[in-house]
């Protein structure tokens, strides 16, 4: 069975290895050639808050744009073809060709064909995850001047850690029950898309919840200091300590700014700062990296354990 396995899947495994290291060429060039670009043009201090740091971070994100857009689809695209190419030919496929009836009724077992093949090519999907984990992480501290922060950018946390790991592994279990459900390949690489797709960003907004929001009481800025934290909700505590979303009758004039100057906005702020206002942001540190990471991970592989045992379930009664 793992011979066979090899056979019938081998385009896949060897076009997503040709994939992760055309990848890590592309991450690698970059970095390399960017750490060079860093060394001559940064100001000292620099990663930090100076004006200067600031415009090495302009000019990163004009040099290397292609790659920052090739980074920033691959949290969705990158599931999203392994659920398409992996998981919905690998029982679609068969129905579709019929030659589930010959596979299926030879010396081994469905139950046993079944677990062969959702093993070992899961545990690909797995493997696979984690080696992109490995190559962005090595890759991101040289353009830490212009590659937002790991854990308050939702994107970025989807790609370092265990996360894509998580992700490839649920993509591939859901184009699996998709080709179970379908029993053809094309509608089955639509519904992994679409799933995938539904799939995140449902979780962007559970993930808020993950754990209890750290509550920060700022005076005279409405900026948190740390870069990295993941922001929830903010809003306004009058003198007396209520919240408010909007202060009202503050007799602090308020402007509309025009064009990208916040002059107007500033002084509006600092008036209520000077008449004892103070802003409360909800946030979640970057201390609760890992505990974020494994919360969503878990969630995924249960979901992914379900929709495996599903796509099972659905071949074993077709076949009882």
Known sequence: ????????????????????????????????EAGWYVAEHAPPGCPGPAVACGELAVALGERYDAVYSVFGWMPLVAPALIGAFWG???????????????????????????????????????????????????????????????????????????????????????????????????????????GVTVTMF????????????????????????????????????????????EPAGTGCPRRVDVGQSGKNAEAWQACLFGKGYRYAVYHHPPSRFWRFQWTEAGILVLLSAALGGLAVRRALRRTG
Request: glycine share 10%.
């Open 202 to 245: 449902t979780l962007f907004q559970l993930s808020d919840h993950y754990a209890e929001p750290a509550r920060a009481v700022l005076s005279g800025t409405v900026v948190l200091d740390d870069p990295d934290a993941r922001l929830v909700s903010a809003a306004w505590v009058e003198p007396s300590g209520r919240e408010v979303a």
């Open 1 to 32: 069975m793992i011979w066979v396995t090899w056979r019938q899947h081998r385009a896949q495994i060897v076009v997503t290895a040709g994939f992760l290291a055309l990848l890590g060429l592309l991450l690698l060039g970059s970095a390399a």
């Open 88 to 194: 919905a030919p690998l029982l679609g496929r068969e129905y579709e060709r019929g030659t589930h009836r010959l596979a299926w009724t030879q010396a081994v077992p469905v139950w046993r064909w079944l677990a062969v093949k959702l093993s070992i090519l899961g545990g690909a999907v797995v493997a696979g995850g984690l080696l992109l984990s490995i190559m962005v992480s090595l890759w991101r501290p040289v353009f830490r001047e212009g590659v937002d922060s790991t854990f308050g950018n939702l994107g970025t946390f989807n790609m370092v850690g265990v996360e894509p790991a998580a992700w490839w592994l649920y993509a591939f279990a859901l184009g699996t029950a998709a080709g179970t459900l379908f029993r053809r390949t094309l509608p089955a690489m639509a519904l992994v898309v679409a």
